[in-house]
């Protein structure tokens, strides 16, 4: 999830990259050299350990300077940027220096919020760098953070690739780890949580195995841990998640006020319906620490939590509060936390009834989403806008805008899918390369043609092996997301969701079939509409929650008193309708006496208080109107009659 971004990868990057200096632009001896060539030549001849023992010779005595302004990064984010900006004014940094000071400043703008001036810091300091050294690939792992953070996938992925063939020739362990770690981050992003797991569990075991942490390393494990307490709580493991939650907030120091602002926030987000004064207080204080310092952090999405925890407590107004200060602060940079904030403020809005407010909302929304790149998932404003369609009473708007929601889930889910085909066969072919280290040693006592002949089919094997799985598993996934789409589609259009009755729908479609079956093969059919008396009065005394309970049980004692051949349709509210084949006025009568008395003895008592519960009832027969929207029209205005004369009438249409 792209709301909490990144965590405190900068800290990890910044130490790689202090360690990369030496193969920096005032390196003398930049990759590309004899010695890479003879590595790319060999991949096993173990390149990374000379790399790190000759860039740590170079950086013995470092910059003190440097490790003062990531201490700050990782507290205040602003504050370091005043520090980065007097450190580049200064004439004795060198250009390498300014090349690993602006990397560590796109960082710290990344985390102040300054979004805006993210890719032009990270541009300048590439034009600094050496294109073959190695802190061009700290750059490039940025740069996809920040790609994905704003919505651009395909370059993040990108920018991913490019430095995971680097490391595919020249294995380097600390930027191994930082590669694995933005993979992570950029699989959660997209919603992969399987993959983003994957890479998580192996980064946290790879930290595990390492003797001697780097300064400020523990910093990194953080992240690591607070990215696997937010996939297992998508995966809907709340014990791993809450467990690894605690773990990151032992980990980290009580000055990185960074890295506790996200784990207040992610708690926030687990306990927002379980144990929402916990949550709220954990998110209270974290805002409270920003304030005072006058740093943003998550604020923006501890808000719109706050508004969840609000909204679940009844306290509308604080809600309402939450989530307009969540929209003040989020900027238009930040796509996905901007549509969230604004997506929680108009649902809360039309929960609140208050359309206009709403609308405006979806207008801005509308808007901003024009601007966006096409990666960023819309699908939200779609729900939203059916959410107001459906309070201004436009239900096939509605309609309208829930299927096109559904539709582009659907079309994202398979863009997912699609995209990492590539992901799967890249792990694919580093596992099996590790696996079968030892027999390509023994090959390389074969004939030159023979093994390269071999290694050529191994190739299109292992490539067209994982290409068919990858397919295979990709279509059937997406058959069974159509299937369950569908499904839910079909309910949506066909099916009440309270009583779980045929809706309207259901009803305009059969009723031409069933007024035909009636003149073909000539019996009488009648169609009644039912309302149950004074519904509105009865929801302003005893609430929505009772009133739901009565329309439920009502439809209940309907269907008890109802043939297996009738129908029993809900129109909306306390509004149903009944289709009685084969009857005429007595036992249609006969039927709805017998239902008037049962739904005194039967409701009336589930009210809190003593309260008759009857209903008023029109008729009309298909001997009487063959044409099937004028039969339930009549039978319309039997009812408004029936209403007219008092509480438990049942009137037939009559000219």
């Known amino acids: 999830m792209k709301i909490i971004h990144a965590g405190m990868l900068f800290s990890c990057l910044l130490i790689t990259a202090l360690a990369g200096a030496a ?53 205040r984010p602003k504050a370091a940027i005043a520090e980065l900006d007097n450190l580049l004014a200064n004439p004795s940094t060198s250009k390498s220096q300014r090349a690993e000071l602006l990397l560590i400043k796109a960082w710290a703008l990344f985390y102040a919020g300054d979004w805006a001036d993210v890719p032009t810091t990270l541009n300048h300091g590439m034009t600094l760098v050496d294109h073959k050294s190695l802190l061009i690939q700290y750059y490039r792992l940025a740069q996809a953070n920040f790609f994905s953070a704003v919505g651009e996938t395909q370059q993040a992925f990108s920018q991913l690739d490019s430095v995971g063939q680097y490391l595919k020739l020249m294995p380097h362990p600390e930027l191994q780890h930082v590669h694995l770690q933005i993979s992570a981050q950029l699989h959660q992003d997209a919603k992969d949580y399987d993959m983003a797991l994957y890479f998580y569990l192996k980064l946290l075991d790879e930290l595990s195995s390492t003797a001697k942490p780097l300064p400020l390393f523990s910093a990194d494990r953080g992240t690591v841990l607070r990215g696997l307490a937010f996939v297992y709580y998508m995966l809907d493991d709340k014990v791993l998640s809450e ?6 907030e032992q980990q980290e120091p009580a000055t990185h006020h960074v890295a506790r602002a996200e784990i207040a926030c992610l708690r926030g987000y687990q306990l927002q319906n379980t144990s929402a004064d916990e949550g709220a207080k954990a998110l209270l204080a974290m805002l409270e620490v920003a304030k005072s310092q006058q740093e943003l952090y998550c ?66 929304l509308e808007q901003f989403s024009k601007t966006l790149p096409e990666n960023v998932n819309r699908s939200g404003l779609l729900y939203l806008q059916a959410a107001y369609a459906q309070a201004k009473g436009d239900y096939q708007q509605a309609l309208e805008r829930t299927q096109s929601y559904y539709q582009q889930e659907l079309a994202s889910i398979a863009e997912s899918n699609i995209r990492n085909i590539a992901r799967y066969r890249y792990l694919y072919d580093q596992e099996k390369s590790a696996a079968h280290s030892d027999k390509l040693q023994l090959q390389t006592e074969l004939s030159a043609a ?65 007024v035909a079956m009636a003149r073909r093969y000539q019996f009488d059919l009648a169609m009644v509409v039912l309302e149950i008396d004074e519904l509105a009065a009865l929801e302003r005394q005893f609430g929505e929650q009772a009133i739901s309970l009565v329309i439920k049980e009502f439809a209940a004692l309907c269907r008890q008193h109802l043939r297996e051949t009738d129908q029993l349709i809900r129109l909306s509210g306390g509004h149903f309708a009944m289709v009685l084949p084969y009857s005429d006025d007595a036992a249609t ?28 009832a029109g008729i009309q027969f298909s001997s009487q109107q063959a044409d099937p929207v004028l039969l339930v029209l009549e039978a319309e205005r039997a009812l408004s009659l029936s209403v007219v004369e008092g509480r438990g009438k049942v009137s037939k249409f009559m000219l």
Not at 46 to 63: L, R
Not at 306 to 317: G, P, V
Not at 318 to 338: H, I
């Open 23 to 75: 193969l920096s632009v005032d390196d003398p001896s930049p990759i590309g050299s004899a010695a890479e060539q003879s590595v790319a030549a060999n991949p096993n001849s173990g390149y990374g350990q000379s790399t790190s023992q000759k860039a740590a010779h170079a950086w013995q005595i470092p910059d003190p300077r440097f490790y003062q302004v990531t201490s700050l990064t990782v507290d």
């Open 243 to 248: 467990r690894y939650l605690f773990s990151a």
């Open 299 to 364: 604020s923006p999405f501890a808000y719109a939590i706050l508004s969840n925890i609000y909204q679940n407590k009844a306290e509308q107004s604080a809600a309402l509060a939450a989530a307009l200060k969540a929209t003040e602060l989020v900027k238009r940079e930040n796509p996905d936390l901007y549509l969230y904030t604004w997506y929680n403020l108009g649902y809360l809005y039309l929960q609140q009834h208050k359309p206009e407010q709403a609308q405006q909302v979806i207008s801005q």
């Open 450 to 514: 023979a093994l390269a002949s071999q290694q050529a089919n191994q190739r299109i094997f292992l490539a067209g092996t994982a290409v068919v799985f990858s397919l295979l598993l990709v279509i059937w996934l997406f058959h069974r997301r159509s299937l369950a789409w569908q499904r839910q589609a079909f309910q949506l259009q066909m099916v009440d969701p309270l009583t779980k009755l045929p809706n309207q729908n259901f009803l305009a479609q059969q009723a031409p079939q069933l």
């Open 589 to 616: 009568f006969a039927v709805l006496n017998k239902l008037q008395a049962e739904c005194a003895l039967a409701i009336s008592p589930l009210l809190p208080k003593p309260r008759l519960i009857s209903f008023s």
